[in-house]
């Protein structure tokens, strides 16, 4: 499996001229999966070597600004380069909760219309992911819109048994998101590769003991 990974910001809290806020690529099988969109994420994308069509899934570590903040309008672009197609698969987007109402809220003011469909999976935190005071229960947002607005997805909670939330599984690999500590709660990205069948000479080996 081949996979390759691009920069695209590595500041913090805000970008400066000569380093964007966080972002990065991992290209895997024709795909792109971006890691993190923060405020300028697509003009480094036009900088860089990367197509933005490409993107296929978005993973977002956690809701402070300077790490999703360029996300609606990176959507936005995106979809002003596509033509119509609402049967295409969607783009997946993963986050801590809350994302789908900030998402759906930011395109339906700004009467944004994406010609792709998307949704949006939200992964539940649990209380000791950040001090006390800074914890928000955002599992009530939207609650009373009726019929349901926004994106759909799921809505993803902790496995105790793995102490981690299963993302994606294929043939080839699984992603799976783990807690961290921070001021708010926050996320990292696991991609495990699965075991390939080895091609190894079993005789030589005994041989070399």
Same mark, same amino acid.
Not at 28 to 54: I, K, V
Not at 158 to 171: F, K
């Given at each position: 499996?081949?996979? +390759? ?11 400066? %001229? ?13 795909? *792109?999966?971006?890691?993190? *969109?923060?405020? !300028? ?15 296929? $899934? ?17 959507? *936005? ?5 596509? @033509?119509?197609?609402?049967? $295409?698969?969607?783009? +997946?987007?993963?986050?801590?909760? !809350? ?17 792709? %469909? ?9 209380? +000791?992911? *950040? ?8 599992? !009530? ?5 009726? %019929?349901?607005?926004?994106?759909? !997805? ?8 793995? +102490? ?36 190894? @000479? ?8």
């Amino acid at each position: 499996m081949s996979l +390759d990974i691009t920069f695209l910001g590595t500041g913090s809290a805000y970008p400066s %001229p000569a380093r964007g806020a966080s972002a990065l690529v991992l290209r895997r099988e024709g795909q *792109c999966w971006l890691f993190d *969109c923060g405020e !300028g994420t697509q003009t480094q994308l036009m900088r860089s070597h990367l197509r933005a069509a490409r993107i296929t $899934k978005i993973f977002i570590t956690h809701l402070h600004g300077d790490h999703f903040f360029g996300l609606p309008g990176l959507l *936005c672009t995106l979809s002003l380069q596509s @033509n119509p197609d609402l049967s $295409k698969p969607p783009v +997946d987007i993963y986050g801590p909760l !809350g994302l789908r109402s900030f998402l759906w809220r930011s395109l339906e003011l700004s009467h944004s219309q994406l010609l792709f %469909p998307y949704t949006v999976h939200e992964l539940v935190p649990t209380r +000791d992911q *950040c001090p006390a005071e800074e914890f928000r229960d955002f599992s !009530g947002l939207d609650r009373d819109e009726v %019929p349901p607005r926004g994106p759909p !997805g799921r809505v993803l909670h902790l496995d105790p048994g793995e +102490d981690s939330y299963l993302l994606v599984e294929d043939e080839q690999l699984v992603v799976r998101a783990f807690r961290l500590f921070h001021r708010i709660p926050s996320f990292g990205f696991v991609l495990e590769e699965k075991p390939w069948p080895g091609r190894l @000479n079993v005789q030589k080996l005994k041989d070399l003991g």
